[in-house]
């Protein structure tokens, strides 16, 4: 029974390196890897620190690699690069996260190049950017993980073409505002729609602050980021007493023009 524990035992070390490897591999290219082959074999000797739950923590083999001068993201030169998303959970939801994730790492000029609802309910979403270098993938892993969202697989080629297969299975949505029942909240100047997040709440009671020029909008999602329901108004408004619609999770709250006319801000109350 010894023998038998300890040959599974030096089994599930032998698998797990050899995954590993794979990862790392399809991390920095064939090329890179067998270059480094040695150097990679002494950074990740000890293989089961780089595993979470059983999957590849991909967050801590790329700070070691990146420690080590092997996460390389900079090009020769600009050079047209592809990037596929491929999402299994929430859509809207997900892409959302990955875009407000993107601009926050500085990348804003993208194009959709293509997206794929495949029969397996994966989505693709590939985009394509002109860029002197490639997007970190450390630095778009940690982003991601502030929305609890994690990379499931990662593989690139000759650094121009990334495909990245990501968990949004329990993806929170970071930078939207939470507001509890009776609470007043004063917000300042947007930079860009205000995006609150609540829980069983009915009303909403929103207030222009003075020398603002406010026309509503006000979209109303579930916890999967689906409209519930859009309140417009074509006229100036002081403030908004709206009823919330059941099931809803997010709010955002908007000009119907420009973010300019909430220049000085609005107070935002929300009850049972």
């Known amino acids: 029974m010894i023998k038998k524990l300890s040959l599974l035992f030096i089994s599930v070390i032998v698998l797990n390196a050899s995954v590993l490897d794979d990862k790392i591999q399809n991390i920095i290219g064939y090329k890179e890897f067998n270059e480094n082959r040695s150097l990679i074999d002494y950074l990740f000797q000890k293989n089961s620190a780089f595993y979470s739950d059983g999957s590849v923590n991909y967050i801590t083999v790329m700070e070691k690699l990146k420690e080590n001068g092997l996460l390389k993201v900079g090009l020769d030169r600009p050079e047209d690069i592809s990037i596929t998303f491929k999402i299994s959970n929430d859509p809207i939801k997900s892409m959302k996260i990955i875009s407000d994730s993107l601009t926050a790492l500085g990348y804003y000029h993208y194009f959709t190049k293509e997206l794929i609802y495949e029969e397996n309910k994966v989505i693709r979403w590939t985009i394509n950017l002109k860029t002197e270098a490639a997007i970190d993938p450390l630095m778009l892993s940690k982003e991601l993980a502030k929305n609890n969202c ?4 990662i593989k690139q080629e000759g650094f121009v073409k990334w495909v990245y297969e990501i968990d949004t299975s329990n993806s929170i949505l970071s930078n939207a505002y939470t507001i509890t029942n009776n609470e007043r909240v004063n917000f300042r100047k947007p930079l860009s729609p205000y995006f609150i997040k609540i829980e069983n709440a009915k009303i909403i009671n929103i207030i ?10 006000v979209v109303f999602y579930d916890k999967h980021l689906d409209i519930l329901a859009i309140v417009k108004a074509e006229e100036k408004k002081d403030s908004l007493l709206l009823e919330i619609p059941e099931e809803t999770n997010y709010i955002k709250i908007d000009d119907i023009y420009t973010l300019a006319n909430i220049k000085r801000g609005l107070s935002v109350i929300i009850k049972e």
Request: aromatic share 28%; charged share 30%.
């Open 208 to 217: 222009s602050k003075y020398g603002n020029e406010w026309f509503p909008q």
């Open 150 to 153: 994690k990379f499931v697989d």
